[in-house]
């Protein structure tokens, strides 16, 4: 075997010491079932938003003696130990070791926080924080719009920020709210006009992500769409299509995006189009 070889081996061998190590540690961190909080984190990072996963409901019953363990997670940017083994694994192929994916570590405290709900509460201050003095933009959002109304004056402050990743990053956030809808819903809506596209954008994914509002939200889109660009009117379509038949007043403007240039944006409208009049698409040939 040569130096080289030995060299590698040598350095996958420690990454599999240090993981050994990373998981036998922090006795004393919050447990539910008998069950440590980094497993419960390890079961959330592909959560496919089903709320009755256990892992989400372990979190929602965890209580917030969890919170700091989480919010250290969020401030840190992932454990130091998943930095060092994506290092690794991108250093070598001869084996992939587990835990090389830090940004899964974050989202799952992120999605472990947002089970909290409103009993993520003490955390306000430091998300705040966050959002507008850190890297750590989406993280923060999400879990200020599962908080609820104590969140949302820092989201709406947070709209008006000349940092356009801010404005993103909140907009991407309230997607993910559970009520106050009168608010946000026509926040959002404003921020259609955004010159910005990938705000712009931003705005109409969490627009239909809520699905709230129609009679607020189906116009705004609708009314946006003409002055947009191909990815954002893209991203229009696919919001209105999720209103389903509550978006009809939408399908001359879905119809009319069928004739464009831009596979994408016909791709889009037809789709739109089948979700919100199945029979009308039928009968025009859509598929």
């Not at 075997?1 to 061998?13: E, F, I, Y």
């Not at 922090?26 to 009755?52: F, I, M, V």
């Not at 940092?163 to 259609?192: C, E, K, Q, Y």
């Not at 191909?230 to 004739?259: H, N, Y």
Request: aromatic share 6%; hydrophobic share 45%; charged share 15%.
């Amino acid at each position: 075997m040569t130096k080289k070889r030995l060299r590698l081996l040598a350095v996958v061998l420690l990454g599999f010491v240090a993981i050994l190590f990373w998981l036998a540690r922090s006795p004393n961190e919050p447990t539910y079932q008998n069950r440590p909080l980094h497993a419960w984190l390890e079961d959330l990072k592909n959560w496919d938003g089903d709320t009755n996963a256990a892992a989400y409901i372990a979190f929602r019953e965890m209580g917030t003696n969890a919170i700091p363990s989480l919010l250290h997670v969020l401030e840190s940017g992932d454990p130091r130990i998943n930095r060092i083994i994506m290092k690794i694994n991108q250093k070598q192929s001869l084996v992939r070791l587990p835990f090389g994916r830090p940004w899964d570590y974050s989202m799952a405290a992120t999605w472990a926080l947002y089970a909290m709900g409103t009993n993520a509460k003490p955390a306000l201050p430091a998300l705040a924080q966050m959002l507008l003095r850190t890297n750590n933009l989406i993280c923060s959002a999400t879990v200020l719009a599962g908080i609820g109304a104590d969140a949302i004056p820092v989201l709406l402050t947070a709209l008006t920020n000349q940092n356009d990743r801010i404005r993103h990053a909140a907009i991407s956030g309230m997607g993910w709210t559970r009520s106050d809808f009168d608010i946000l819903v026509p926040a959002l809506a404003a921020r259609l006009q955004e010159t910005n596209r990938l705000v712009c954008c931003a705005a109409a994914i969490s627009l239909g992500h809520l699905h709230a509002k129609p009679e607020i939200a189906v116009p705004a889109l609708t009314n946006a769409y003409s002055n947009a660009d191909t990815l954002a009117r893209s991203s229009i379509l696919m919001s209105l299509g999720q209103f389903e038949g509550q978006a009809k007043a939408a399908v001359p403007t879905i119809t009319s995006a069928l004739k464009e240039s831009s596979q994408s944006v016909r791709e889009s409208a037809a789709w739109a189009f089948q979700q919100i009049d199945p029979e009308g698409a039928a009968s025009a040939g859509v598929r």
